[in-house]
């Protein structure tokens, strides 16, 4: 059964959605859209294939902190329930 989210869970997915648009909306975008290169390849194109895996990295940790933490939630209840 699934225990449900604490209000900091759900806060920490909400700030991670609006930096997720933050990353992707045009201000942000127009800051990497130079006529500059690194090793040949636009800034552009290097913020996006640098910064969409980095932000799905921090999502992933995220989770698996949250299944951690959960984990030892159940077995502290399994131990007192014992």
Same mark, same amino acid.
């Given at each position: 059964? @699934? $225990?449900?989210?604490?209000?900091? $869970?759900?806060?920490?997915?909400?700030?991670?959605? !609006?930096?997720?648009?933050?990353? &992707? =909306? *045009?201000? *942000?975008?127009?800051? *990497? =859209? $130079?006529?500059?290169?690194?090793?040949?390849?636009? !800034?552009?194109?290097? #913020? *996006?294939?640098?910064?969409?895996? &980095?932000?799905?990295?921090?999502? #992933?940790?995220?989770?698996?902190?949250?299944?951690?933490?959960?984990? @030892?939630?159940?077995?502290?209840?399994?131990?007192?329930?014992?």
């Amino acid at each position: 059964m @699934k $225990t449900p989210q604490t209000t900091s $869970t759900r806060e920490a997915w909400v700030l991670c959605l !609006i930096l997720g648009i933050i990353m &992707l =909306n *045009f201000p *942000f975008l127009q800051i *990497f =859209n $130079t006529g500059h290169s690194i090793f040949g390849i636009p !800034i552009l194109i290097f #913020y *996006f294939f640098l910064g969409w895996p &980095l932000s799905i990295m921090v999502i #992933y940790l995220f989770v698996r902190r949250l299944q951690q933490d959960e984990d @030892k939630d159940r077995k502290m209840r399994d131990e007192e329930s014992e």
